[in-house]
């Protein structure tokens, strides 16, 4: 398995699916980039983030989970918990 | 019923087949696929998933502001407000996310674009863009929703409830499904109104008044409506948005007497009720360029029997100015 690559869920695939729901080019997505503060990401943008989420990565994603959603680096650990326990 | 004036600052039209406001007296185009293009008209982040009919909102809405130059900036969010004029603008949307529910679940829909189902949602993503924290109003009214924004801003300035208004109407063309006629409109009109007490009318003033015509009385009734609403000398043009219903026809017999001394138009009235060709009518009239002031009224009436007029005292301009640029007075 690659650096980038934990229980399915490449890294660069997650920033690519981010960068296009934000409307943000893919280099301005960095791994620890804070989505509400450095990239300007309001409740209902990370409302479809997590909508989008869910629906590539088939998984289902709770209120507080959503909420948690900070940076690249957290979704990723989160998908791919998620997916590695589906 | 009648209200204050407002004076009219700034215009926007975003519709098919309309490139400036000059253009907004044409009979509306055909929307085909494609014609409007929400990445030159809304550059920027956020709003790729809106409905269709808020870009158009926002655009004209941004054209608008533009166009009436710092004004916005220079007046407090608390005292901006807004009222936008809607009917059939959500209808293909709520069929889009009715069918989204029923072949993939209710977890499908769209956060950005679910919000919609609330015909209020228009004007209050408006009131976020523009930073109005006055108030925002959603007018619903079939066929006179438009004017009737006109004279609840006017109502409202004259309060001093608000010193700025931007004053909408938008619609979406219906589906094939829901659609009983062709014709349904798409496209949005926003005017920045303020108070005509204290500004300058850069392009107009206009003062609206509004009745109600019972349709099951209407061609005994239209006299005793009409004379009153349009007063004892009313404008030498007048434009009257009607259909073929029992009130349209009342209106188009009486405005028929008025024939020789007054320039009577008639406009159809959109299909299914839409709100957008009245005040679309209005801001074409205030655009067009002119020497010297003029006279001007347009009346709409819809079938249920609400009747509505807007007396526009047009100010004397040349072209249309755009952001901002200040049309100089002759």
């Known amino acids: 398995m690659s650096g980038n690559r934990t229980a399915d869920v490449d890294l660069e695939d997650l920033r690519a699916l981010i960068a296009e729901e934000l409307e943000l080019p893919v ?20 409302m479809e983030v997590a909508v989008q989420l869910e629906k590539k990565y088939r998984i289902k ?25 589906a | ?45 956020g709003y790729r998933r809106l409905p269709d009919a808020c870009k158009y909102l926002l655009a004209a809405s941004r054209l608008a502001v533009g166009d009436a130059g710092d004004r916005l900036s220079r007046t407090a969010r608390e005292h901006r407000a807004a009222v936008v004029a809607i009917n059939n603008t959500g209808a293909a949307l709520m069929e889009e996310l009715d069918r989204t529910i029923m072949r993939d679940g209710a977890a499908e829909m769209s956060p950005s674009s679910s919000p919609y189902i609330a015909m209020s949602c228009f004007a209050s993503r408006l009131s976020v863009e523009h930073g109005i924290t006055g108030f925002s109003l959603t007018v619903n009214s079939p066929v006179t929703a438009g004017l009737e924004a006109l004279q609840l801003a006017a109502r ?26 062709p ?19 850069r392009y107009g003033t206009c003062r609206v008044r ?20 349009l007063g004892d000398a ?15 026809t009342a209106a188009a017999r009486w405005l028929d007497q008025l024939t020789g001394e007054h320039d009577v138009v008639i406009v159809p009235a959109p299909a299914q009720a839409g709100c957008l060709t009245p005040l679309r009518r209005v801001l074409g009239l205030l655009a067009q360029e002119r020497g010297a002031p003029a006279r001007h009224l ?33």
């Open chain 2, 234 to 248: 009313p404008p030498c043009r007048i434009d009257a948005v009607l259909d073929d219903s029992a009130v349209g």
């Open chain 1, 61 to 85: 994603l709770d209120e507080e989970e959503m909420k948690s959603l900070t940076s690249l680096a957290v979704i990723h650990r989160l998908v791919a918990a998620k997916v590695g326990t």
């Open chain 1, 27 to 46: 280099e301005e997505v960095t791994d620890e980039a804070d989505l509400k503060n450095d990239l300007g990401v309001d409740s209902l943008t990370a």
């Open chain 2, 183 to 201: 014709g349904s409109e798409a496209g949005a009109v926003v005017l920045y109104c303020e108070s005509a007490a204290g500004g300058r009318a």
């Open chain 2, 210 to 229: 509004s009745a109600f015509l019972d349709p099951a009385a209407a061609a005994s009734g239209a006299a005793a409506v009409f004379a009153p609403l």
């Open chain 2, 156 to 181: 409202a300035v004259a309060a001093d409830r608000a010193r700025t208004v931007l004053v909408g109407a938008v619609e979406e063309a219906l589906s094939p499904s829901q659609a009983t006629a």
């Open chain 2, 298 to 330: 347009v009346l709409a009436a819809s079938a249920q029997g609400t009747v509505t007029c807007a007396e526009l005292t047009l100010a004397p301009h040349r072209a249309v100015g755009t952001g901002g640029a200040e049309a100089p007075s002759v």
């Open chain 2, 1 to 45: 019923m009648s209200t204050g004036g407002l004076a009219v600052a700034g215009l926007g039209i975003v519709a098919p087949g309309v490139c400036r406001p000059d253009d907004a007296l044409a009979p509306a185009d055909e929307a085909v696929p494609g014609w409007f293009q929400a990445g030159s008209a809304l550059p920027g982040r």
